[in-house]
T-cell receptor
Framework: DQQVKQNSPSLSVQEGRISILNCDYTNSMFDYFLWYKKYPAEGPTFLISISSIKDKNEDGRFTVFLNKSAKHLSLHIVPSQPGDSAVYFC??????????????FGKGTLLTVNP | DVKVTQSSRYLVKRTGEKVFLECVQDMDHENMFWYRQDPGLGLRLIYFSYDVKMKEKGDIPEGYSVSREKKERFSLILESASTNQTSMYLCASIEPKPRGRNGYTFGSGTRLTVV
């Protein structure tokens, strides 16, 4: 059972336009969400995160929106740049107490930004 | 910055070989993880460890084992490599408090090909 879903395997946008990547989750215990970016032959790198007590977090060109009632989050990139072309993973966690901490990942969305 | 180092970027092994993938982190993190990444399947958790000599199975542990003799080192072992274990292997670590707000730090990955 996939708890974090990224239903779009790929997305193509023009340079300068907005990129919107979507993520849905099913586990209502998730309370912290993250986006990672991954280039080929490299490990994923942290991009932006949001706690469930917020509905928006912004960092430069990147904004994450969280709709808890819909169990949906999205990543907006404005303006998109060719260097943003990568696979983007959505991830979520549920606090289980103590020092245990584990992320559940979506399958990823390949973003291509065309010059 | 935390550094997670995977000993090999590329490996080619023969079917039936015993394969060791090494991962070292330099920030005294308790939590360490091994994932594999495959196209269309995203990041799948193989094993994780919350402390020295402690390990837990992830979602796809079959055909793998792990070793954590020292806090900084987490090794993934393919007992008898098979072609379906050809994949990108990613190691990650995270600080437990304050719940690792930036999530995992990943290594650069090991691209393993089993022939």
């Amino acid at each position: 059972d996939q708890q974090v879903k990224q239903n779009s395997p790929s997305l193509s946008v023009q340079e300068g336009r907005i990129s919107i990547l979507n993520c849905d989750y099913t586990n209502s215990m998730f309370d912290y969400f993250l986006w990672y970016k991954k280039y080929p032959a490299e490990g994923p790198t942290f991009l932006i995160s949001i706690s469930s007590i917020k509905d928006k977090n912004e960092d430069g060109r990147f904004t994450v929106f969280l709709n808890k009632s819909a169990k949906h989050l999205s990543l907006h990139i404005v303006p998109s740049q060719p260097g943003d072309s990568a696979v983007y993973f959505c991830a979520a966690s549920a606090y289980s107490g103590g020092s245990n901490y584990k992320l559940t990942f979506g399958k990823g969305t390949l973003l291509t930004v065309n010059p | 910055d935390v550094k997670v180092t995977q000993s090999s970027r590329y490996l080619v092994k023969r079917t039936g070989e015993k394969v060791f993938l090494e991962c070292v982190q330099d920030m005294d993190h308790e939590n360490m993880f091994w994932y594999r990444q495959d196209p269309g399947l995203g990041l799948r958790l193989i094993y994780f460890s919350y402390d020295v000599k402690m390990k837990e199975k992830g979602d796809i542990p079959e055909g793998y084992s792990v070793s954590r003799e020292k806090k900084e080192r987490f090794s993934l072992i393919l007992e008898s490599a098979s072609t379906n274990q050809t994949s990108m292997y990613l190691c990650a670590s995270i600080e437990p408090k304050p719940r690792g707000r930036n999530g995992y730090t990943f290594g650069s990955g090991t691209r393993l090909t089993v022939v």
